[in-house]
């Protein structure tokens, strides 16, 4: 079993549907992050976050250490959104910085 | 501001060649550094991270190696390339918020096929 599981693996939604990604672990972590990335490949970091809710635009990230689990959401979606979400956990007593990653989620708006 | 370089960004190498992917770091002192591969269909998989010059730690046993020579260069190589080493591979970096978590960088990345 992976340390690190995302739902869906593909999500498709017409533009402006409100889009919910979720992410499940296994072991305890000191952070978790989303990142996001798009076609070419290129990967950027969305957030990073230890507890409770972070908000950027349209995004929206919460986490729950007790349950281990955590999701992004995106509101009022749009076609620009289409890409990999990824997330990814630091576990405590782990080396400086790394991460274990989920496989990603990969979403396609549609216009 | 701090920017990540990494070449080249493609590369078609038959097997048994060798291999040398750079990674350069700009803006930021003593930052540690990652390499990464996505194999296709698959998650990122952490290679090599490094806390320092000449300070290098695997992750993963495999016929890839990897050198810092610089504070802000990573170098990730082989001597004889697989059909495995295939994919997608990416250098990151991070230094310690002031929270003590470690925001990751990552750099536009190299996709690698090995023929």
């Known amino acids: 079993k992976n340390e690190v599981e995302q739902s869906p693996q593909n999500l498709t939604a017409q533009e402006g549907e409100f889009i919910t990604i979720n992410c499940s672990y296994s072991?305890?972590?000191?952070?978790l992050h989303w990142l996001q990335q798009h076609p070419g490949g290129g990967i950027v970091s969305l957030f990073m976050?230890?507890?409770g809710k972070k908000k950027h635009g349209r995004l929206i990230a919460t986490i729950n250490i007790q349950e281990k689990h955590s999701s992004l959401h995106i509101t009022a979606s749009h076609p620009r959104d289409s890409a990999v979400y990824i997330c990814a956990v630091r576990p405590y007593g782990g080396s400086q910085g790394n991460l274990i990653f989920g496989k990603g989620t990969k979403l396609s708006v549609k216009p | 501001s701090q920017t990540i370089h990494q070449w080249p960004a493609t590369l078609v190498q038959p097997v048994g060649s060798p291999l040398s992917l750079e990674c350069t770091v700009e803006?930021?002192?003593?930052?540690?550094l990652y390499w990464y591969r996505q194999a296709a269909g698959r998650g990122l998989q952490l290679l090599f991270y490094?806390?320092?010059?000449?300070?290098i730690s695997s992750e993963v046993p495999q016929n890839l190696s990897a050198s810092r020579p610089q504070d802000r260069q990573f170098i990730l190589s082989s001597k004889k390339l697989l059909l495995s080493d295939s994919g997608f591979y990416l250098c990151?970096?991070?230094?310690?918020?002031?929270?003590?978590?470690?925001?990751?960088?990552f750099g536009p990345g190299t996709r690698l096929t090995v023929t």
């Open positions: 490094s806390i320092g010059i000449d300070q």
């Open positions: 072991v305890g972590i000191s952070a």
């Open positions: 976050l230890s507890s």
């Open positions: 803006g930021t002192s003593n930052p540690n």
């Open positions: 990151a970096w991070s230094v310690p918020t002031s929270g003590g978590a470690y925001e990751q960088y």
